[in-house]
Nanobody
């Protein structure tokens, strides 16, 4: 599965941004999907994960109440709506997919990765 992430860019603190991720050649609904991010000098971390149907989600504490992960399986696309952005949200955001049904925040559990899209939040 090849994943294509898009939607990154420069945004002011307090602003919003929506990221999208779409696969090529496969049906997205067969995969648990997630957003990870990696800030300069830091390890890659989970942002949010969503089940195959979209019924279950999990967020890392730092984005709860600000970010929303969703998916539209009919459009074969996953989204990350980011509101109330902070400078510390600046990072390269990656979408990822895994064939197993369990949700996990461990990056090693994801077989497929997008190329990343940079989100820069200015203060």
């Amino acid at each position: 599965v090849q994943l294509q992430a898009s939607g990154g860019g420069l945004v002011q603190a307090g602003g919003s941004r929506r990221l999208s991720c779409a696969p090529s050649g496969r049906t997205f609904s067969n995969y648990v999907t997630a957003w990870f991010r990696q800030a300069p000098g830091k390890e890659r971390e989970l942002v949010a994960v969503i089940s195959r149907s979209g019924a279950s989600t999990y967020y890392t504490d730092s984005v709860k109440g600000r970010f929303t992960i969703s998916r539209d399986n009919a459009k074969n696309t996953m989204y990350l709506q980011m509101n109330s952005l902070k400078p510390e949200d600046t990072a390269v955001y990656y979408c990822a997919a895994r064939g197993l049904s369990a949700l996990t925040g461990d990056a090693r559990g994801y077989q497929y990765w997008g190329q990343g899209t940079l989100v820069t939040v200015s203060s």
